[in-house]
């Protein structure tokens, strides 16, 4: 019998590394549902060449043209909107969900997979950052196991004893170590990135992903989130996470243990890797990728961060520091904030600014459930775009 995976965010960077290790495995998984938001297009040729049981648009304005489009041999269910998708995570035949979908969008898709106590491969890390507490105390209950796909979360999830999951402490440990590549601006002036343009935030040195998390990158708010996301993951203070320059991406992250051994995973800068070791877990699949040749690495390089020019870091702490509501206005901030910069509206040395001014304006409110997050993540929202309108 395959395993039947939810593929949520299918058209995405995650999605199409996702849908290459299901190619490269059909003994071991089918995919039982799909999900995409507006690329139709793309969706379509997804439908025809993998024969999912249901398929979700998350955007109904793109029902009739999905409807046209549909091959005439797909013999599935279709639905639309945000709800849909969490009803399809709950699927009997659903067994993992691979949650792909960029930003606070995917927050309740990946929350009603861990409710229905699936095995939700999180590469959705924005969902972990507003409501990590929710999530791992959903999981608790539930019994849902969460396996990290980014691929820092990933290594250090591999550097962890055989049997571990996340959301349990971790027996012995002395720090984290996130490594971060320091995105296309780590040897740049302050100067030539306050006219950095979106082409020049999005091209990173040494991934291909989507337009957000490469904006996020080049900010190191990603790395902020990564900071954040961690805390929840694997139960520790943002006290003990270290982060450190790595340019080469050859160490996706390490685990440092109080008796002074240190564990590092390395592997090529492949989002198929972390992926196939999310599915296959505890098996490891076999995999056609790059491997990771030293000795034409030669040499790797260790750098503390700049946080004068990288201030999104140090938000994220302070965010993580204080707890209750800040990680979600410093997740719904950055995403308006990105966004803004995206459709030029605001320059690149203004992101970071705007999510300190978002943080600094609205008052803390507690969390007790879901809807909580979802209220204070509007108002965060709303007050992102006002501030932008000041501006202009
Ligand atoms: P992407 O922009 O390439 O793809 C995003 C996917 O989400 C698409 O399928 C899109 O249709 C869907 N989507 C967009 N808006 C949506 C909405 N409002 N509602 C529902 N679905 C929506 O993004 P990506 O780079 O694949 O990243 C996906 C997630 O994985 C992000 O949280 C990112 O931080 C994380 N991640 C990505 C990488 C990477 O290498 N790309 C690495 C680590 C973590
Ligand atoms: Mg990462």
Redesign the pocket.
């Known amino acids: 019998m395959t395993r039947g995976v939810a593929l949520f965010?299918?058209?995405?960077?995650?999605?199409e590394s996702t849908l290459s290790v299901i190619r490269a495995h059909p003994e071991r998984f089918h995919l039982d549902v799909v999900?995409?938001?507006?690329?139709i297009e793309k969706l379509v040729r997804i439908v025809d060449e993998f024969q999912p049981k249901h398929v979700v648009l998350?955007?109904p304005a793109g029902a009739d043209e999905l409807l046209a489009q549909l091959p005439h041999h797909f013999k599935g269910s279709v639905s639309f909107g945000?709800a849909a998708l969490a009803e399809a995570a709950t699927g009997a035949d659903v067994d993992v969900v691979m949650a792909?979908?960029?930003?606070g969008?995917?927050l309740l898709s990946t929350y009603a997979a861990v409710k229905a106590g699936k095995v939700v491969c999180l590469?959705?890390?924005?969902s972990l950052v507003m409501g990590g507490e929710l999530m791992m105390q959903a999981a608790k209950a539930s019994g849902a196991s969460l396996i990290p796909?980014?691929?820092e979360h990933n290594a250090i999830f591999q550097c962890l004893p055989m049997g571990y999951a996340a959301g349990e402490e971790i027996a012995g440990l002395r720090q984290l170590i996130l490594t971060c590549s320091g995105g296309p601006f780590r040897t740049a002036t302050t100067a030539s990135m306050q006219s950095a343009t979106p082409a020049e935030a999005i091209a990173h040195p040494n991934?291909s992903?989507?337009?957000?998390?490469s904006v996020d990158s080049a900010t190191l708010m990603n790395k902020g989130l990564e900071l954040i996301e961690a805390t929840h993951l694997f139960q520790v203070d943002q006290s003990a996470i270290e982060v450190v320059i790595h340019p080469e991406s050859a160490i996706h992250s390490m685990v440092e243990y109080a008796d002074g051994s240190m564990l590092a995973q390395l592997g090529s800068a492949d989002?198929r890797i972390p992926i196939a070791h999310a599915l296959g877990y505890p098996e490891r699949l076999a995999m056609d990728v790059e491997r990771l040749s030293l000795s034409a690495l030669g040499s790797m390089h260790f750098d503390p961060v700049d946080h004068e020019k990288f201030p999104a870091l140090g938000l994220a702490r302070a965010a993580s520091e204080a707890g209750g509501d800040r990680p979600v206005v410093l997740n719904a901030a950055n995403e308006i904030a990105v966004d803004a910069f995206l459709h030029a509206r605001i320059g690149f040395m203004d992101i970071s600014p705007l999510v300190d001014q978002c943080l600094n304006q609205i008052a803390s409110q507690p969390i007790s459930c879901l809807e909580d997050v979802l209220t204070i993540d509007r108002i965060v929202r709303q007050t992102a775009v006002e501030l932008i309108g000041e501006r202009a």
């Not at 965010?9 to 999605?15: E, M, Q």
């Not at 792909?100 to 930003?103: E, H, N, S, Y």
């Not at 590469?123 to 924005?126: C, L, M, P, Y």
């Open positions: 965010g299918a058209t995405g960077s995650i999605g999900s995409a938001h507006a690329s998350t955007d945000e792909a979908i960029v930003g969008a995917g590469a959705n890390k924005e796909i980014d691929s991934w992903m989507g337009q957000k998390i989002m």
